[in-house]
Antibody, heavy 124, light 110 residues
Framework: QVQLQQSGPGLVEPSQTLSLTCAIS??????????WNWFRQSPSRGLEWLGR?????????NYALSVKSRIIINPDTGKNQVSLQLSSVTPDDTAVYYC??????????????WGQGTTVTVSS | QSVLTQPPSVSAAPGQKVTISCSGS????????VSWYQQLPGTAPKLLIY???KRPSGIPDRFSGSKSDTSATLGVTGLQTGDEADYYC???????????FGFGTKVTVL
């Protein structure tokens, strides 16, 4: 079955770039079905969608307006993983970050597989 | 505040039924499928319902979903202590071009 394994640092200094990866097993990051999403969750923001990437003959990405100027979600076909980079972080970016798969991108079908979550604290 | 509105909490005795509402607009629920998630403390969300009323393999039929116009409802029958969790609704918002979620509803089994 499909599994997502997240990795990355749990502590990031203010103004630096948060970087996380999500390794995919049981599916391919470049298959023509799913979209690969990143979320975060905090008591103040709840569950917040950050963005996604997917392949349809070429790569597409779209991002939440709240982070659009600071976020990049990239596929890595060689390692079959997807990465999240969030730049210029502040303590307000402290949250648990999740990657998740949406099995089809033709319509909203829900996120059927989730990573285990990574707690990221922004602090000096 | 969230784009989708859920009650903060609901409760019922073991064996009883709870329903959780999720209210949105024509930009989101009114024109897209709704999904529901269960989140136990310290774990990732788990998909309970997709495409308004479908259950993934392994999800018991005690969980049900429905949608009408710009609102959706999750029902849980035969409530068990293991159902104590936070429940979230989610959908796509066409004006934001983004996935959106409610702030979650805490289910307590009395």
């Amino acid at each position: 079955q499909v599994q997502l394994q997240q990795s990355g640092p749990g502590l990031v200094e203010p103004s630096q770039t948060l970087s996380l990866t999500c390794a995919i097993s049981g599916d391919s990051v470049s298959s023509n079905g799913p979209a690969w999403n990143w979320f975060r969750q905090s008591p103040s923001r709840g569950l917040e969608w950050l963005g996604r990437t997917y392949y349809r003959s070429k790569w597409y990405s779209n991002y939440a307006l709240s982070v659009k100027s600071r976020i990049i979600i990239n596929p890595d076909t060689g390692k079959n993983q997807v990465s999240l980079q969030l730049s210029s972080v502040t303590p307000d970016d402290t949250a648990v970050y999740y990657c998740a798969r949406m099995p089809v991108v033709t319509h909203y079908s829900g996120m059927d597989v989730w990573g285990q979550g990574t707690t990221v604290t922004v602090s000096s | 505040q969230s784009v989708l509105t859920q009650p903060p909490s609901v409760s019922a005795a073991p064996g009883q039924k709870v329903t959780i509402s999720c209210s949105g607009s024509s930009f989101n629920i009114g024109n897209n499928y709704v999904s529901w998630y269960q989140q136990l403390p310290g774990t990732a969300p788990k998909l309970l319902i997709y495409e308004n009323n479908k259950r993934p393999s392994g999800i018991p039929d005690r969980f049900s979903g429905s949608k009408s116009d710009t609102s959706a409802t999750l029902g849980v029958t035969g409530l068990q202590t293991g159902d104590e969790a936070d429940y979230y609704c989610g959908t796509w918002d066409n004006s934001l071009n983004a996935a959106v979620f409610g702030f979650g509803t805490k289910v307590t089994v009395l």
